[in-house]
């Protein structure tokens, strides 16, 4: 006959209850040892990957909303800050970010009598509700970053001061490239933009141009008037720019103008008064007036005056020559 006899299978569990009196404890101990690991390697994951968003961004992850998402805004970036870990602890308890202008801190709870081993393990934290055993760890802003405060941050941090310049910007020759927009801001003063040698040039890629000639106030090939309807002002402009009027008699010289931009010098001449009829006994007197012309020398006119009556009262008849410069 093979077999246990009850008294030789009563021992046998007596020996395996003895074991796992000893045994249970010291695997829960264990367990709890590697969960602790764990526990702080994955915290200190989310806490470097938290300073190391803050070095590139000028801010931390989420802290438009206290941080509460930090990490869907760490594993949200290309490639991902943060990966592989969840939203809660090897406890089964919650991880919970949070943060204000200069530190960034994880709180969680943890398992009892563990508490205090996690904490140990992880710089800068502390017991923070010791009936729950809950810790919190907490960083501060990067250790550069204070020193900075005296540069301008290349990036939005939500502080206008970190990009604000407190002095002249010195840009020893360089260029300023990658403008969007540009807004000039003198206090309600006249806001100036300067050469100090040359032509002010504004231009755009496709030719178009406004240029400021050295001693001249603005030069220009065209303006569009949105009070008259988007309209060129060429447009609106006259084809006859007046330059003067001048009094002349027989024989007199009239300079043309100079009309730069593709105009062209023209005169007009304007009589002077005729009176007309004549009186018996006196050959041809009072006939004034009889051809008037504007002789073309070149650079200059020549007054032209005909009439019938004497050479005395011919030399004597003014008349006014209108100049003007045309543009088609």
Not at 319 to 327: F, G, N, P, R
Request: neutral net charge; aromatic residues 8%.
């Amino acid at each position: 006959m093979g077999g246990f006899t009850l008294i030789e299978l009563a021992i046998v569990l007596a020996v395996m209850a003895m074991i796992a009196v000893y045994a249970t404890p010291r695997y829960m101990e264990q367990l709890n040892q590697k969960r602790a690991i764990l526990t702080a390697q994955e915290t200190q994951s989310f806490l470097d990957a938290a300073r190391s968003y803050r070095m590139q961004n000028g801010s931390w992850p989420g802290q438009a909303s206290s941080c509460a998402n930090a990490k869907s805004v760490l594993e949200s970036t290309s490639p991902p800050t943060l990966a592989g870990i969840s939203t809660t602890n090897k406890y089964n308890q919650a991880v919970t970010p949070a943060c204000n202008a200069n530190t960034f801190s994880i709180t969680q709870s943890i398992a009892q009598d563990w508490d205090g081993v996690v904490a140990n393990n992880l710089p800068g934290t502390v017991i923070s509700n010791a009936a729950t055993y809950t810790i919190r760890s907490t960083i501060g802003i990067p250790g550069s970053e204070p020193a900075l405060n005296s540069k301008l941050s290349r990036v939005y941090t939500g502080d206008p001061e970190m990009n604000r310049m407190r002095t002249p910007l010195l840009l020893g020759g360089n260029s300023i490239n990658e403008v969007s927009n540009m807004y000039l801001n003198n206090g309600g003063a006249d806001a100036r933009v300067r050469t100090d040698a040359g032509r002010l040039i504004l231009s755009t890629p496709y030719g178009g141009e406004v240029a400021i000639e050295n001693g001249t106030n603005l030069s220009v090939e065209n303006v569009t008037l949105r009070q008259r309807g988007n309209a060129n002002l060429i447009d609106l402009l006259p084809n006859f720019v007046q330059k003067g009027t001048y009094l002349v008699r027989h024989s007199d010289g009239v300079i043309k103008p100079a009309c730069p931009g593709g105009g062209s010098a023209r005169a007009s001449l304007r009589p002077g008064t005729m009176r007309g009829g004549w009186q018996e006994g006196e050959v041809n007197h009072g006939a004034f007036g009889y051809e008037y012309r504007l002789l073309d020398y070149g650079s200059y006119w020549i007054v032209s005056t005909n009439i019938i009556g004497s050479e005395v009262e011919r030399n004597n008849l003014q008349s006014l020559v209108d100049v003007y410069c045309y543009y088609p």
